[in-house]
């Protein structure tokens, strides 16, 4: 792809980002100020242990990287719709969705499995 069509293409998503988000930045929208859940607990008198941190956490890291996987598998899918037949392409194409949906399965995978050791443990020493 060429440089062009590189520098088109960003403008064009971040064009599409600013106006998706620029109804969620209104003057109604901020007024009251930004509210956000207590992720730890339901008010701050409940008591924090370590276990809830770090699955919260790990929550945040995976699904970053899980957003980061969609995109590279839609990009993925974008570069094999304009690939015109050239093989090259194709097979970047192809190798760009076969990463993506690798990256998404040991994503999950590795959320599962963490998640169960991070529950035997506390339920081990019974936190």
């Known amino acids: 792809m060429s440089r062009n069509k590189k520098n088109f ?3 064009i998503i971040l064009t599409s980002v600013l106006l998706v988000s620029s109804p969620l930045l209104s003057n109604a929208a901020l007024a009251n100020g930004p509210t956000l859940p207590n992720p730890l ?8 242990n370590l ?3 770090m699955l919260r956490i ?4 995976l699904a970053a990287v899980d957003i980061f996987a969609l ?6 899918g974008f570069e094999f719709l304009i690939s015109a037949g050239n093989p090259t392409m194709i097979k ?3 190798d760009t969705l076969i990463w993506a949906t690798l990256g998404i399965l040991v994503i999950t995978l590795s959320y599962t499995i963490l998640k169960f050791i991070f529950e035997e443990v506390a339920g081990k020493f019974g936190s």
Not at 41 to 48: A, E, Q, T
Not at 58 to 61: K, P, S, T, Y
């Open 9 to 11: 293409l960003t403008v």
């Open 41 to 48: 607990g339901k008010d701050n008198s409940d008591p924090v």
């Open 51 to 53: 276990l809830t941190v």
């Open 58 to 61: 790990m929550q945040i890291a």
């Open 71 to 76: 995109f590279m598998f839609i990009l993925g």
């Open 92 to 94: 970047k194409a192809k």
